[in-house]
């Protein structure tokens, strides 16, 4: 029996885990993949406070787990399938683990077109991380679609060996700030604006795009940057969210479920960075923990 148990091992994960083991609960946390989550996909961060030049999001992530590790956070890698709140257990490659509080940190994962094309190529030319997969496209073309922040970070960072198309389907960003205006002065981007990606398409090695607008595009490898789906599914019908799967949970970070509390992410709210998710890490232990005092 863990007092804390903390799902997600990205920046609210590592920072919830972090609180909760050095105010003395005894903190598992449970991640499926690798620890930084998202954050660990981005080649530079430059607006967490403290680094003025930036800040590898791998590195990062990296002393976000060390921290917490010095702390007596235990680590457990492994697919969460089920939970029961009311037997307070969680189920994790069929391993029962049992908690008296919870930290749903589960993160989001990038959101994917829904076209013709695009899930036939994944790996073959179609990727969602361009950090992970740019390297391979080293003096060729590619497309970015998107028209967000993370849209422009993975386009600054795919210029910088590749000739990148960034693609948009309203004529005006969803991004502001200086990376815009890097990205604009950037010889490397070309720009396609107020453009719908309808299909994609194989050719030999490389890829067609297609557009509703009757035009097309060869490029060699395409990535996608159009936001982000909550990772809840399996928490359907266990404790309440909104339509799209982003978990209901105010300031307090508070679920509708006595006990569970949500970080990050995948909780319902205007703003989702880093800082933002280790903000809410940071509430979330501090309420499990009085959680557990009062009860």
């Known amino acids: 029996m863990f007092d804390i148990a903390v799902l997600g091992g990205g920046p609210a994960g590592l ?37 003025p030049g930036g800040v590898g999001g791998p ?25 029961d709140f009311a037997r307070r257990v969680v189920a994790v490659d069929g391993e029962e683990i049992s908690a008296r509080a ?65 693609i948009h389907r309203r004529t005006e960003l969803r991004a502001r700030g ?23 398409h194989r050719e030999g090695g490389a890829l067609r795009l297609d557009f509703k607008e009757g035009e097309s595009l ?15 599914e399996f928490l359907r019908g266990a404790l309440e969210m909104d339509a799209a799967g982003y978990i209901l949970a105010g300031e307090d970070t508070s679920t509708s479920v006595p006990g569970v509390f949500c970080a990050g992410d995948c909780r319902k709210k205007p703003l989702r960075q880093v800082i933002t998710a280790a903000s809410d890490g940071a509430v979330a232990a501090y309420m499990a923990g009085r959680y557990l005092e009062e009860n």
């Open 59 to 83: 590195e990062l992530m990296m002393a976000f787990e060390q921290q917490a590790q010095a702390f007596g956070l235990e680590e457990k890698y492994g697919e969460v399938t089920a939970v």
């Open 102 to 166: 919870f930290i749903l940190a589960l993160g989001a994962k990038r959101r994917e077109l829904g076209i013709p094309g695009e899930t036939e190529n994944i790996g073959r030319g179609v990727s969602y991380c361009a950090t992970c997969d740019g390297a391979f496209y080293r003096g060729k073309r590619v497309a970015v679609i998107g028209g967000g922040d993370t849209a422009i970070e993975d386009a600054l960072y795919l210029a910088r060996f590749a000739q990148v198309t960034l």
């Open 218 to 232: 060869g490029v060699d490898g395409v990535f996608v940057a159009v936001g982000t789906v909550p990772q809840t």
């Open 178 to 200: 200086a990376a815009v205006q890097r990205a604009k002065e950037n010889p490397a981007i070309d720009w396609m604006l107020g453009r719908n990606v309808q299909s994609i």
């Open 15 to 51: 920072t919830a885990g972090l609180y909760a083991a050095r105010a003395g609960y005894r903190t598992i946390l449970i991640e499926r993949g690798f620890a930084g989550g998202q954050a660990s996909t981005t080649d530079k961060l430059e607006n967490y406070p403290g680094f």
